[in-house]
């Protein structure tokens, strides 16, 4: 099992950066690493994610503006968020994936660190 940590979140205004860490108890070089974020009122959502090829995928709100990013050796995933907004006002959480079948998979979530943007 694997226990995932957030930290890095905050109060920033709007056009300001935060920079997220999501550290792991054990190794992290087998699962796909994610972020994900749920609004007040809203279903959680996908952010970013990153294979463990580096292949990255992003929510078209976030493109441009935020970069997912994993040091294997420090057992770590990053998200660098830019040129934020108030609508990225959020719980950001950490998501480590992996598939074993078509049936079973390996899952992972952090316990969810607060974002939050004044306009």
């Known amino acids: 099992q694997v226990q995932l940590v957030e930290s890095g979140g905050g109060l920033v205004q709007a056009g300001g950066s935060l920079n997220l860490s999501c550290a792991a108890s054990?190794?992290?070089?087998?699962?796909?690493m994610g972020w994900y974020r749920q609004a007040p009122g809203k279903q959680r959502e996908l952010v970013a994610t990153i294979t463990t090829d580096d292949y990255t995928v992003y929510a078209d709100s976030v493109k441009g503006r935020f970069t997912i990013s994993r040091d294997n050796a420090k057992n770590t995933l990053y998200l660098q968020m830019n040129s934020l907004k108030y609508e990225d006002t959020a719980d950001y959480y950490c998501?480590?994936?992996?598939?074993?079948?078509?049936?079973?998979?390996?899952?992972?979530w952090g316990q969810g660190i607060l974002v939050i943007v004044s306009s």
């Open positions: 054990g190794s992290i070089s087998i699962y796909t």
């Open positions: 998501n480590a994936h992996h598939t074993i079948t078509t049936d079973y998979a390996l899952a992972y």
